[in-house]
């Protein structure tokens, strides 16, 4: 058998999310999150009642961290700077300084072990004042101060990291927040999901332009999204239309615009007709076909088996599933540690 070898700079690597590692330790008050407002109305799901204010305190302890992850052999490590973290003041554009030292500081640390440092701009760590304000990422508001953030930590670190994500996994939250109802803000409200969907996809492209001037530096930006393959239970045409509308609800939606420069028609007209269609300036498009990524990221879990849907699906409140029923394959089988 000849031999496989990984290419030289190939990185083999972890990731996180600042809110699922870091804690609270060193914010000050109003550095809330989206994740603190979930913990804080929900404590009793999370496992063991742990969650995002204490987490595994990577704050404190990330020199040891990142010196384990080193001996393990990684060359890489994506991490998220926290927006909330990050401005002390969200709205005004105000950044922390002592957020700033902290990361410099992290990113120092990952370089001295022998690693490349990659850094999520977003990880679900919206501030929690931009869901007071502006109901999230529903509000266009949202959008703009994105883009002041990210040229702030640009500003502070173009020179020091090379690779870049504007978002980890953006329909997560979206989805499971504004459609299913199951994290925070916990609500059946299709529209603005949709919404909040347009708003980040159109976030990347001020996040593609704010990264224009340090191309010549060797800097990249993508989108880690999450792809989950689907597949229909038959050939039979009912089911193979099911999984094509499950694919375009749940992954084209965003693939399409990051890497065509545009939505899939059908899936306008589909939010058109269930009156789910997203507000928008014409200029937006453009920016969508202009502003493209540089590299995909993909976040891997499992892949989603659908079938054509047996019995009928509430009309009053649009959901994707009114094209298509999950179908579990017989036989399957998934970790049990879990």
């Known amino acids: 058998m000849e031999k496989q070898r990984i290419p030289a700079d190939f990185l083999i690597g972890t990731s996180s999310s600042a809110w699922q590692i870091e804690g609270c330790a060193g914010k000050k008050e109003g550095q809330e999150s989206w994740a603190e407002l979930f913990y804080d109305t929900n404590p009793d799901i999370w496992y063991d009642d742990v969650g995002p204010k204490k987490a595994s305190d990577f704050y404190h302890h990330y020199k040891e961290d990142i010196k384990t992850m080193a001996s393990f052999g990684?060359?890489?490590?994506?991490?998220?700077?926290?927006?909330?973290?990050?401005?002390?003041?969200?709205?005004?554009?105000?950044v922390d300084y002592d957020a700033v030292e902290y990361y410099r500081d992290v990113i120092h640390e990952i370089k001295k072990n022998g690693m490349e440092p990659v850094i999520s701009l977003e990880h679900w760590d919206i501030p929690a004042i931009l869901f007071e304000k502006y109901n999230g990422w529903v509000g266009r508001e949202t959008v703009y101060l994105y883009e002041q953030y990210v040229k702030a930590v640009l500003k502070e670190f173009h020179k020091e990291v090379k690779l870049w994500f504007a978002f980890t996994e953006p329909n997560i939250p979206?989805?499971?927040?504004?459609?299913?109802?199951?994290?925070?803000?916990?609500?059946?409200?299709?529209?603005?999901?949709?919404?909040?969907?347009?708003?980040?996809?159109?976030?990347?492209?001020?996040?593609?332009?704010?990264?224009?001037?340090?191309?010549?530096?060797?800097c990249r930006l993508g989108v880690m999204l999450h792809m989950t393959p689907i597949y229909a239970r038959s050939g039979e045409a009912r089911d193979v239309q099911a999984a094509y509308y499950a694919d375009l609800f749940q992954v084209r939606i965003y693939l399409d615009p990051y890497l065509k420069g545009e939505f899939p028609q059908e899936l306008l007209r589909k939010l058109e007709e269930h009156n789910c269609m997203f507000a928008y300036e014409q200029a937006d498009f453009e920016d969508i076909k202009k502003y493209r990524i540089d590299m995909l990221g993909i976040d891997y879990y499992f892949p989603i088996r659908v079938k054509a849907r047996e019995t009928a699906y509430d009309k009053d409140v649009f959901h994707p599933e009114f094209y298509y029923e999950p179908w579990v394959m017989p036989g399957r089988k998934y970790n049990a540690d879990r």
């Open 174 to 218: 979206i989805d499971n927040g504004y459609m299913d109802g199951i994290w925070y803000p916990f609500k059946h409200a299709p529209k603005e999901a949709y919404q909040a969907h347009f708003h980040k996809i159109l976030a990347t492209t001020k996040a593609v332009k704010a990264m224009e001037p340090y191309k010549e530096d060797g």
């Open 74 to 94: 990684m060359t890489g490590f994506r991490f998220t700077i926290q927006w909330a973290r990050f401005m002390k003041d969200p709205i005004a554009g105000i």
